[in-house]
């Protein structure tokens, strides 16, 4: 797994916020600055499929990925259902 978005609520002014990451790391408060918060809940962004025009094109994240997700299109479908069996086949 090599991209995610974590989310996180602050321990002391209970504001929320997301972050993408190459890992589920702690993240300071963007509020209020308490530091080392732990993520609620992460969504893992290693394979998505995004839209481009009548294609669904299927993008990777590397284990290499770290400031960035340095995306790799692995494919190109003409739907949406066969750009997630491809992902399936894994």
Not at 1 to 6: E, K, Q, R, T, V
Not at 50 to 71: C, I, M, N, Q
């Amino acid at each position: 797994m090599a991209w995610f978005c974590n989310h996180y609520t602050c321990d002391r002014c209970g504001k929320s916020w997301d972050d993408e990451w190459s890992c589920t790391c702690d993240d300071d408060c963007p509020h209020c600055g308490a530091r080392h918060m732990s993520p609620s809940d992460s969504d893992d962004l290693a394979e998505v499929i995004l839209r481009d025009g009548k294609e669904f094109v299927v993008l990777w994240s590397p284990e290499t990925a770290g400031h960035d997700p340095d995306y790799r299109e692995l494919g190109r479908f003409p739907s949406r259902a066969k750009a997630e069996a491809f992902l399936a086949t894994d």
